[in-house]
T-cell receptor, first 114, second 113 residues
Framework: EAGVAQSPRYKIIEKRQSVAFWCNPI?????LYWYQQILGQGPKLLIQ????????DSQLPKDRFSAERLKGVDSTLKIQPAKLEDSAVYLC????????????FGEGSWLTVV | AQKVTQAQTEISVVEKEDVTLDCVYE???????LFWYKQPPSGELVFLIR??????QNEISGRYSWNFQKSTSSFNFTITASQVVDSAVYFC??????????FGKGTKLTVNP
């Protein structure tokens, strides 16, 4: 079974530029998550989708971050304009609908803002 | 609020030693799930185990074992006869009624040959 796919793996941009990350969850997984992991810290949830609806985006900096999940499958996370403190790994994850199901993670997209 | 504490920031052992990674959690939910993930240098979070709050049985999988104790709100992870390939950052995580998965800060394990 294919895992969670993410691209690009690595991205370096200058501050105030924009960047977009793409995620394809495990087939059949209705719930999709975007996490931000800053070096030396645990992952922090940015946004959670159930199919194509947002369940939780309370920790998403909405002035610069946006995410969508059209058609309830693939998702895109965008940052515009980027700040130095956005340098992190952006992890996409997915799980089945039912409560308590294991969340499976992709390899992450490493962002460096210079 | 839910919280996971991994007090050990870094641990260094010599190969073949046993090592225990501590995890203490806080939640008001009666139903919750606890997880351990491994993060090698490549960055991917690899799922290791999931336990629900109603199942306090300890679990062993090869060289890995987990000790879940509700009385002390702990879910500790032991690696027996550690190997160099076990070197990674290990995260304990908690998922309660809100469905949000909350992570600890991680413990970096280095196994030296």
């Amino acid at each position: 079974e294919a895992g969670v796919a993410q691209s690009p793996r690595y991205k370096i941009i200058e501050k105030r530029q924009s960047v977009a990350f793409w995620c394809n969850p495990i087939s059949g997984h209705a719930t999709l998550y975007w996490y931000q992991q800053i070096l030396g810290q645990g992952p922090k949830l940015l946004i959670q989708f159930q199919n194509n609806g947002v369940v939780d985006d309370s920790q998403l900096p909405k002035d610069r971050f946006s995410a969508e999940r059209l058609k309830g499958v693939d998702s895109t996370l965008k940052i515009q304009p980027a700040k130095l403190e956005d340098s992190a790994v952006y992890l996409c994850a997915s799980s089945l609908v039912a409560s308590g199901n294991t969340i499976y993670f992709g390899e992450g997209s490493w962002l460096t803002v210079v | 609020a839910q919280k996971v504490t991994q007090a050990q920031t870094e641990i260094s052992v010599v190969e073949k030693e046993d090592v225990t990674l501590d995890c203490v959690y806080e939640t008001r939910d009666t139903t919750y799930y606890l997880f351990w993930y491994k993060q090698p240098p490549s960055g991917e979070l690899v799922f290791l185990i999931r336990r629900n709050s109603f199942d306090e049985q300890n679990e062993i999988s090869g060289r890995y074992s987990w000790n879940f104790q509700k009385s002390t709100s702990s879910f500790n992870f032991t690696i027996t006869a550690s190997q160099v390939v076990d070197s990674a950052v290990y995260f304990c995580a908690l998922r309660g009624g809100s469905e949000k998965l909350v992570f600890g800060k991680g413990t970096k394990l280095t196994v030296n040959p």
